[in-house]
């Protein structure tokens, strides 16, 4: 099963902006990836994908703020994030749209107000 590696969270001012990365254990170049979040006590949820050719699509909330792209080269998956508002606080995980990878540990991301 592939294994996923998240890096890149941190803590930002309301504002500002992070870049997260997913390096992939095995070359994921014909797998749609994809991000999710974790809110505290909140349920896992979908906020970008990206399909092997490009396409990529959000959820409502982060549509315009964040951007995924991915390069099949270095088998890695990134989440450029702006704009980060406190609700963006949470953990960020990659997967496929399917999640059939590994789950990783995921990236703490925190957006102070």
């Known amino acids: 099963q592939v294994q996923v590696v998240e890096s890149g969270g941190g803590l930002v001012q309301d504002g500002g902006s992070l870049r997260l990365s997913c390096a992939a254990s095995?070359?994921?170049?014909?797998?749609?990836m994809a991000w999710y979040r974790q809110a505290p006590g909140k349920q896992r949820e979908l906020v970008a994908s990206?399909?092997?050719?490009?396409?990529?699509n959000y959820a409502d909330s982060v549509r315009g703020r964040f951007t995924i792209s991915r390069d099949n080269a270095k088998n890695t998956v990134y989440l450029q994030m702006n704009s980060l508002k406190p609700e963006d606080t949470g953990v960020y995980f990659c997967n496929t749209p399917l999640k059939t990878f590994r789950w990783g540990q995921g990236a703490q991301v925190t957006v102070s107000s």
């Open positions: 095995e070359r994921f170049s014909l797998a749609a």
């Open positions: 990206i399909t092997r050719g490009g396409s990529t």
